[in-house]
């Protein structure tokens, strides 16, 4: 599916699934708008693909209900030159055979979460911010957050943050990585890096204006953890 220019509309009120058992790509591109009021599904049955590309200033996808990126399968969330995604809760890599990958670069380019996010519930999840774009969630963010599982944020470039009101876990029962690099900043109301038993942290602050800004920041609290 193709969404195009500022007069295109997609508005879905059932479940949505991009990539159920197949492939299934949905591009949103020059201004134009998609939204669902349910749960959508990206990459759902062990062997598909489901890719989300937004791409532009104005371009959007609003999604009411949880965000699946690889439940079982891959799911990819592709956020470019100024384009903006919101939706509540994310899992990236649901299962242990799921993959959830989401990749936001530009300035202005936007995503917001307004719960829960998981990189890596039981799969592996991979979140990359660069060259200035942002992104936000207002609850709990996971990386790692099953024993298992393997969540990677990456924060890269002048301009460019991850932001989130409350705990920030790396490797919360599973393996976390945070990298924050090149003026790259990440702002959280706490830190646990090494949360639980079993949980891996990694935290790597690197390069010139390069900041993690947190209330209080745990290292090795019941699992391991490096800073």
């Known amino acids: 599916v ?5 007069s295109s509309l997609w508005k879905s009120s059932g479940t949505l699934f991009l990539g ?5 790509l949905l591009s949103i591109t020059n201004g134009a708008q998609g939204s669902v009021t349910s749960t959508a599904y990206l990459g759902n049955n062990i062997g598909s693909l489901g890719t989300l590309a937004v791409d532009g200033t104005g371009s959007n996808w609003t999604d009411s209900g949880v965000l699946y990126l690889g439940e079982a399968g891959s799911g990819v969330l592709n956020v470019t030159n100024g384009g903006t995604v919101t ?12 993959t959830g990958t989401v990749t936001l670069t530009g ?4 995503w917001k979460s307004s719960g829960t996010l998981f990189l890596g519930n039981y799969g592996a999840g991979l979140l990359s911010i660069r060259n200035g774009a942002q992104a936000s969630s207002t609850s ?4 790692g957050y099953n024993v298992g599982s393997l969540g990677t944020l990456t924060v890269d470039g002048t301009g460019s943050n991850w932001s989130n009101n409350a705990a920030l876990y790396v490797g919360a029962s599973g393996m976390g990585v945070l990298s924050v690099s090149n003026g790259g900043t990440v702002s959280s109301l706490g830190g ?3 949360a639980m038993a079993g949980g891996v942290g990694t935290a790597i602050v690197s390069g010139p204006g390069s900041l993690w800004n947190a209330g209080y920041v745990y290292v090795g609290n019941f699992g391991l953890g490096s800073v």
């Open 87 to 98: 939706n509540t809760s994310s899992y990236l890599g649901d299962s242990a055979t799921g």
């Open 2 to 6: 193709t969404l195009s220019d500022k």
């Open 107 to 110: 300035k202005s380019s936007l």
């Open 192 to 194: 646990n890096v090494g």
């Open 140 to 143: 709990i963010g996971y990386v």
């Open 20 to 24: 159920n058992y197949g492939t299934g």
